[in-house]
């Protein structure tokens, strides 16, 4: 059976952990393939929020089996916690899998994260600081300790006192902090998390295997996106992962043949958290009213999202790098109350027009907009469930996004709420 990609277009916190749940209702297995709890994916059931970073946003389902692929790399405490607030809302969470592969986020990472932010000063790239920047690195550097060696206590330990003296030294020396305890360390992770986790360690590739070969649906669930890719976004205000599609084969162990649908979620605009450039950012009354009508506040941060028009350069850009299928666009909702809506077309700088995203980034970050202005439709979109429920001006909103982008909406998101959506067929 085929799989099927769920991935941010933008700058993420783009709607992903809903479509991933909407989607979830077909599917067999939910996989997240990259990222950490750097990300926050939420999903309205029966107006109860819940706020996901690590498990995927299958969860919610009792058929569906929620995997932390290879991918990933994986705070076991954080996970642990997580767990307890589903257990408490009363999910059931026994299904989870995770990787072996997957590599661990120690909390040496997470301190050099927050110093290394603090030590570039106006330069900071605005990290979650959760310690992912770190983690992957290591992970590079083949000095990075796995999933899978929290269930071997002695090469755990070898691996810890190894890594722990260079980055005590580094702690100490160059920022200036006290050292980080092995032993306090070895008590959290194999005295604690070991045990709660060692039955959910598993052998993940050979799982989603079974399942496709067995006709099984695979879901393969983004975090954070396109343009937070560490190749492909607007280095280095990106994450240390590969949130593109094609990340999704290396993070879950699949080839590409099997990938047959990959759904680009957008927003009805765009937000971004963290430095970085933004075409399309508005720093006036109606950023104001978008962050406010579209509670843009970090899901687990807390941080305000800086807001701008949609952008349909960008996700061109995002068709190509994904091989996008469709756009799945939420909170159009958000853009009831605008009397006109600006989508932006191209670029230009010093006279020259770009259709598609300038090449050199010191380009990207002078351009100007050149926007097309389309007339609001001033009406509450949020109980809208079918395609004739949407007024002209926002079914034209939707028409003029898919002739700018290229590729059909299938799924818009009028509200926070799981049946809060209206599906186009193909
Ligand atoms: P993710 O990181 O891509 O999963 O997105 P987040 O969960 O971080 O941010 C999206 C926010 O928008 C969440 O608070 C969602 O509940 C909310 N949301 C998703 N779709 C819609 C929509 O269509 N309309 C509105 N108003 N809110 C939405
Ligand atoms: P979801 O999955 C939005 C941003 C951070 C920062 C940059 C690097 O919810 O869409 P990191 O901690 O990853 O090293 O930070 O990436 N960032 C996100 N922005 N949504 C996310 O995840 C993000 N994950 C990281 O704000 O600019
Ligand atoms: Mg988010």
């Known amino acids: 059976m085929p799989a099927t990609v769920v991935v941010g277009t933008q700058w993420g916190d783009e709607g992903k952990g809903k479509f991933t749940d909407l989607l979830a209702k077909e599917m067999h297995l939910v996989v997240r393939y990259q990222g950490g709890h750097n990300a926050g994916h939420t999903i309205v059931v029966n107006g109860e929020s819940f706020a996901l970073q690590l498990v995927p946003s299958g969860i919610l389902y009792d058929h569906i089996v929620p995997v932390i692929g290879n991918g990933v790399v994986v705070d076991p405490r954080v996970l642990l916690a997580e767990l307890d607030m589903l257990a408490r809302k009363g999910v059931d969470t026994s299904r989870l899998k995770v990787s072996g592969n997957a590599h661990l986020i120690l909390p040496y ?51 810890l006192d190894v890594v722990l003296k260079e980055k005590n030294a580094l702690l100490a020396k160059v920022y200036n902090q006290l050292p980080l305890d092995a032993d306090a360390i070895a008590d959290q992770y194999l005295g604690e998390c070991a045990p709660r986790l060692e039955a959910m360690i598993t052998d993940t590739v050979s799982l989603v295997h079974d399942a496709l070969e067995a006709d099984q649906h695979v879901l393969l669930e983004g975090a954070q996106a396109t343009f937070l890719d560490l190749d492909h976004g607007t280095y280095p205000y990106v994450t240390s992962s590969n949130p593109v599609a094609g990340g999704a084969c290396v993070g879950a162990g699949i080839g590409p043949r099997y990938i047959d649908r990959v759904m680009g979620v957008a927003k009805a605009y765009v937000t971004r958290v963290g430095a970085g450039p933004f075409p399309t950012e508005l720093l006036d009354e109606v950023g104001d009213l978008i962050v406010d009508r579209g509670g843009e506040y970090g899901t687990n ?20 790098l994904n091989s996008l299928s469709e756009v799945g666009l939420t909170k159009l909702d958000v853009l009831d109350t605008l009397d006109t809506v600006k989508v932006c077309v191209a670029y230009e700088l010093d006279g020259e027009r770009f259709d598609h995203l300038p090449y050199h980034q010191s380009v990207l970050h002078k351009v100007r907009p050149i926007y097309e202005e389309l007339p609001g439709w001033k009406t509450d979109l949020s109980a809208a469930t079918e395609p004739g429920h949407l007024p002209r001006e926002a079914s034209d909103y939707l028409a003029f996004l898919e002739e700018q982008v290229g590729v059909p909406i299938r799924m818009v998101g009028v509200g926070p709420g799981r049946e809060q959506y209206v599906h186009y067929a193909a």
């Open 109 to 159: 990472h997470q301190e050099l994260d927050k110093v290394a932010e603090r030590r570039l000063g106006k330069n900071k790239i605005g990290t979650t600081k959760r310690g992912i920047g770190p983690a992957y690195a290591d992970k590079a550097s083949r000095v990075g300790l796995r999933v899978q060696d929290l269930l071997d206590p002695k090469i755990f330990r070898e691996k």
């Open 301 to 320: 941060t807390g941080r305000r999202r800086r807001p701008g028009w949609f952008d349909a350069v960008m996700l061109r850009h995002a068709v190509r």
